[in-house]
């Protein structure tokens, strides 16, 4: 008998729950969804409803159909019907911004096209240096504390912040707002986080969204000004000098550019590479397989995007009546894409529960895939490479020390304290 096209409440429940994203709640969800319900339809209270996609076959189904999944007519990630509402009085639109995630064909090809080439490891060579610059000079500040660190705060957070704000060209200066409007944007749920602690009420919420993009967008319509005048060799200068069809790009378009590459650029990086040394702390022996095999550490990388899976869910809408699976989705349909439970299928990872360095293939989601598949993958790679390669050899020992906490956010997530002990070699 085929499942139930509804989910359980309580399950539905539990996929719109901030808090449930930060324990093992979520995992032990995906994990019944893609046993007993794998394609399903989330009815949460005030949300729309959406098809929950927990099977990595499924994941990259929909993804690379970028004719029939399309991005741009329903908002690109999970957003509450009154905030909906708000957010197309407010742009006619149903997203606030409108960057590369926000587009479809003929304009999704266009803007990418402008950077495209920049994120690719040929150019990106050219940053390896500057980039292990600031991996040791990470290093050198985990070190100052000397054998005990948060790990997020000391290092996960500034280390992939200063990386993108150097290739984009922020000033150091500038890097804490930054970080605060991103925090503001993506960690918006969690309490530590968000502008207002105590209101995370649909209008209120909207309303913080709202003026964190117009932070940013004040802010860039300056560096927009100074590239014009003055290009220099940073993405900034490709972005605000950039043109489609012969005209400079509108201004929402270029916030949104800056945005995406700014906010898309570090939170995840961090959470990822935050992910990694909690994985070593916790699984000495892969510590010491990566330790006594540096060419690891690859692999090390892809397998903590994997593992952490920063980035746990886009949404798409059918533009046509499908099939997927055995089910018909019907056009307009809203889906939500869950990497994290995709990169935990058993179908396709074999113990997808252990954390291994030498895994392979794998052919995690956690960059998505398709047409919009991540375009800062290889930039996120080469940091994460670039600092194991800079850290791990300075270290002789590595263990967890206190309680790892979670952000509470539907959206991007990762640790927001890591508090480890380690000694030095
Ligand atoms: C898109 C994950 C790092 C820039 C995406 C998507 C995911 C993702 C899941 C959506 C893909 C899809 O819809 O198929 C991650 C993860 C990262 C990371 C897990 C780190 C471990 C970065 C970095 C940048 C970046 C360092 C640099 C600027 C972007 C941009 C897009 C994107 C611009 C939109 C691409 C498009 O729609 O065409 N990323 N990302 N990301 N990412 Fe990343």
């Not at 149903?94 to 926000?102: C, D, E, G, I, Y």
């Not at 705060?153 to 500034?158: M, R």
């Not at 995690?364 to 600092?387: D, N, P, S, T, W």
């Amino acid at each position: 008998m085929s499942p139930s096209t509804y989910l359980p409440a309580d399950i539905a429940a539990t996929l719109v729950n901030p808090a449930a994203y930060a324990d093992d709640r979520l995992h032990d969800t995906y994990r019944w969804l893609r046993a007993n319900n794998p394609l399903g339809i989330a009815r949460p209270e005030g949300f729309d409803p959406f098809w929950v996609v927990t099977k990595h076959a499924h994941i990259q189904a929909v993804s690379r159909q970028n004719e029939l999944f399309h991005n741009a007519d329903r908002p690109t990630t999970l957003t509450t019907k009154t905030v909906e509402q708000r957010t197309r009085k407010i742009t006619g639109t149903p997203n606030l911004v409108r960057s590369l995630v926000q587009m479809d064909a003929p304009d999704h090809p266009k803007y990418r096209a402008l950077t495209q080439s920049w994120f690719m490891p040929v150019n990106l060579g050219k940053f390896e240096a500057r980039v292990r610059t600031k991996a040791r000079g990470a290093v050198e500040r985990m070190m100052a504390h000397g054998g005990a660190c948060d790990f997020v705060a000391d290092v996960a957070l500034g280390y992939p912040l200063h990386v993108i704000m150097e290739i984009l060209g922020v000033p150091e200066a500038d890097e804490p707002r930054m970080l605060k409007l991103t925090q503001e944007l993506f960690g918006a749920q969690d309490p530590d986080t968000a502008r207002f602690r105590d209101t995370i009420g649909p209008e209120m919420f909207s309303a913080m969204i709202e003026a964190v993009v117009k932070d940013f967008g004040d802010y860039f319509a300056k560096i927009t000004a100074d590239r014009r005048a003055e290009p220099r060799d940073d993405l900034a200068t490709v972005i605000a000098n950039g043109k489609i069809n012969g005209d400079y790009l509108p201004e929402r378009d270029m916030t949104s550019y800056y945005m995406i590459v700014a906010t898309a650029g570090h939170d995840t990086t961090s959470s990822s590479t935050a992910g990694a040394i909690w994985a070593l702390a916790e699984n000495p022996e892969q510590f010491a397989k990566v330790k006594a095999n540096p060419e690891l550490i690859p692999g090390l990388v892809d397998e903590a995007i994997r593992w952490m899976t920063p980035v746990k869910h886009f949404m798409r809408s059918a533009t046509a009546d499908t099939d997927l699976g055995s089910r018909r989705i019907a056009k307009g349909d809203w889906l939500m894409l869950c990497y994290a439970s995709g990169n935990r299928d058993e179908e396709v990872f074999e113990e997808p529960f252990a954390f291994r360095c030498d895994r392979k293939p794998n052919r995690h989601v956690a960059f998505g895939y398709g047409a919009h598949l991540c375009l800062g993958q290889y930039l996120a790679k080469m940091e994460m490479r670039i600092l194991f390669e800079e850290l791990l050899p300075r270290l002789r020992s590595l263990a967890l020390d206190g309680e790892v906490k979670m952000t509470q956010a539907f959206f991007v997530n990762g640790p927001k304290k890591l508090p480890i002990r380690f000694e030095l070699n």
